[in-house]
């Protein structure tokens, strides 16, 4: 039974369009959290929600927006992709915030073209 | 400045041997320290946290130095399902945490 997954896992579109990744956890988690991993390996945290409440906002740019329609679930949607938004998108759980135990997802791998 | 700086390898050792490799981390207020463990195109998996005093696990031995801010990581009888990329993640009093790029370790047979 996944823990925490994502949906879709491989993500392939042209600049300019708007997509979604979905992602859900079944641990029974309060905190959730989207991550972005580069070519260069680079995990950087993008958005953190705690029990349906934004905690973490980085400098993203507002093209991405997170939502949480409840504490098992976090979605991220990006408007007019461009080609560096190419990544390897994580969404991971926590038990609470400010936990470094933190569970991953398997990642959706967006190309955009 | 990176907040986490790790070595990258490539460590590439036969099976059987020790190896090790550190992280620095930036932030005197760090608060916690881990390891975790990414296989190639795989998600990254906690492997241990890192206590003040050291810590074993199995085959695993972790250790912290605040003084010098760095972490450092310990693997003995390396086996080939060891190789994986290590990252070095430091949770911070804002309650983020930073990864380092990861360090790649290869166990050859």
């Known amino acids: 039974d996944t823990a925490v997954s994502q949906t879709p896992k491989y993500l392939v579109t042209q600049m300019g369009n708007d997509k979604s990744i979905k992602c859900e956890q079944n641990l029974g988690h309060d905190t959730m959290y989207w991550y972005k991993q580069d070519s260069k390996k680079f995990l950087k945290i993008m958005f953190s929600y705690n029990n349906k409440e934004l905690i973490i906002n980085e400098t993203v740019p507002n093209r991405f927006s997170p939502k949480s329609p409840d504490k098992a679930h976090l979605n991220l949607h990006i408007n007019s992709l461009e080609l560096g938004d190419s990544a390897v998108y994580f969404c991971?759980?926590?038990?609470?915030?400010?936990?470094?135990?933190?569970?991953f997802g398997p990642g959706t791998r967006l190309t955009v073209t | 400045r990176k907040e986490v700086e790790q070595d990258p390898g490539p460590f590439n050792v036969p099976e059987g041997a020790t190896v090790a490799f550190n992280c620095t981390y930036s932030?005197?207020?760090?608060?916690?320290f881990f390891w975790y463990r990414q296989d190639c195109r795989k998600e990254p998996k906690l492997l241990m946290s890192v206590y003040s005093s050291g810590n074993e696990d199995g085959r695993f031995t972790a250790q912290l130095n605040r003084a010098s801010q760095y972490i450092s990581l310990l693997i003995r009888d390396s086996k080939l399902s060891d190789s994986a990329t290590y990252l070095c993640?430091?949770?911070?009093?804002?309650?983020?945490?930073?990864f380092g790029a990861g360090t790649t370790v290869t166990v050859r047979a």
């Open positions: 932030n005197s207020a760090s608060q916690s």
């Open positions: 991971a759980s926590s038990r609470d915030r400010g936990r470094g135990e933190q569970y």
């Open positions: 993640v430091v949770l911070d009093n804002d309650y983020k945490l930073s």
